[in-house]
């Protein structure tokens, strides 16, 4: 059954430096997202894209943030500097249309900022 | 920012026992609400959408919506050990955002 996918699973980083977080959603899917979840805290949208543009971005998704999707089939989410508070656990999730649609999480990258 | 409340629990059951999960939500427009299961550092894994009122059943899993209510609920029959996670309801937004609720603790005891 096909599967999102995502690398590294763990990151740890200094504070200030880049990271960049790598997605390959499920190949027909055409919506791709990324969401957020704090240690013990709620699984929390940060940006959705389709047809190579950002359709939507929550608050969180600050100028810190962005995203690309630099071929056919990877997905990555680029945070230029950062923050201590950065520290979590980023899901990257795919759906074939938007609506209605089922998102299928890939199983995430903890990413801890020392 | 629209709400989905679950109350965090832990609800614990019995193995074999029926457990029953609530979830409330805020935006009466919502049209799509799914029900994601999460061990502990994985990530959500969907067991039941819903976008109707009355129930879906799939499996030991049933799911019910009372749009009326603003109230989503997800039963788990002849709960087994391995149904221990904490139990996500999302619901969708305008476009194509999940507001997810904190979750429900759910503990089947052998």
């Known amino acids: 059954e096909p599967e999102v996918t995502q690398t590294p699973s763990h990151q740890v980083t200094q504070m200030g430096q880049e990271v960049i977080l790598r997605c390959v959603p499920i190949s027909n899917h055409l919506y791709f997202y990324w969401y957020r979840q704090i240690l013990g805290q709620k699984v929390e949208f940060l940006v959705s894209f389709y047809n190579n543009e950002i359709s939507e971005k929550s608050e969180i998704f600050d100028d810190q943030f962005s995203v690309e999707r630099p071929d056919g089939s990877n997905f990555t989410l680029k945070i230029r500097s950062t923050k201590l508070e950065d520290s979590a656990m980023y899901f990257c999730?795919?759906?074939?249309?938007?609506?209605?649609?089922?998102?299928?999480f890939g199983p995430g990258t903890r990413l801890l900022v020392l | 920012q629209k709400e989905v409340e679950q109350n965090s629990g832990p609800l614990s059951v019995p193995e074999g026992a029926i457990a029953s999960l609530n979830c409330t939500y805020s935006d009466r427009g919502s049209q799509s609400f799914f029900w994601y299961r999460q061990y502990s550092g994985k990530s959500p894994e969907l067991i039941m959408s819903i976008y109707s009122n009355g129930d879906k059943e799939d499996g030991r899993f049933t799911a019910q919506l009372n749009k009326a209510s603003q109230y989503v609920s997800l039963l788990i029959r002849d709960s087994q050990p391995s149904d221990s996670a904490t139990y996500l309801c999302?619901?969708?937004?305008?476009?194509?955002?999940?507001?997810f609720g904190a979750g429900t603790i759910l503990r089947v005891k052998s």
């Open positions: 999730a795919s759906t074939a249309r938007g609506l209605a649609e089922t998102q299928y």
């Open positions: 999302a619901v969708k937004e305008y476009g194509n955002k999940l507001v």
